[in-house]
């Protein structure tokens, strides 16, 4: 076999190796370990296993929408952890506490720097639904509109709900 023809072939197949590498830690396609992980760190937080709820987050005009909701209307239990979990959350973003996604991440998800420092132009209100509660985000600032999409469309991405990210 041709020596330079080898020479190619094994440029080729280490630069591949090297782009999958470069590419082994990036949020916009978690691998498999990366969602299992995010997927148990989140039962942790909540009370309440994956496969048995619902997530999504939203995205409005003035903010968006975190919504997590039992599959199941009759577990009970379940519903109210995911209530007071919702509640919770609903506070601590209010006060600039976003311990609980850095939690759950593992990471500082995008958007939160700015949430934080423009938090007295952010509303957070939860509400109850059938079964669980929603928290809506509301702004009116630029600035705090783009963190508050951003830190939107890393959810959608990293717990892999398929929710439209526009």
Do not use: W
């Amino acid at each position: 076999m041709n020596k330079s023809l080898v020479a190619f072939a094994l440029l080729v197949v280490t630069a591949a190796g090297a782009r999958a590498e470069d590419h082994a830690g990036c949020t916009m396609a978690p691998p498999a370990a990366h969602r299992a992980s995010v997927d148990h760190r989140h039962d942790a937080a909540t009370g309440v296993g994956h496969q048995d709820a619902e997530h999504h987050f939203l995205l409005a005009k003035d903010g968006g929408s975190i919504r997590l909701e039992v599959k199941d209307a009759s577990q009970v239990q379940a519903r109210e952890r995911i209530r007071e979990h919702l509640q919770a959350i609903a506070r601590s973003f209010a006060a600039g506490d976003f311990s609980t996604p850095m939690l759950i991440h593992d990471q500082l998800p995008p958007g939160v720097a700015v949430m934080k420092e423009r938090r007295a132009e952010i509303r957070y209100s939860y509400s109850p639904s059938d079964r669980g509660g929603l928290v809506t985000i509301a702004t009116g600032d630029a600035s705090a509109l783009t963190a508050v999409h951003d830190f939107l469309r890393f959810q959608i991405r990293d717990h892999g709900t398929g929710d439209p990210d526009e």
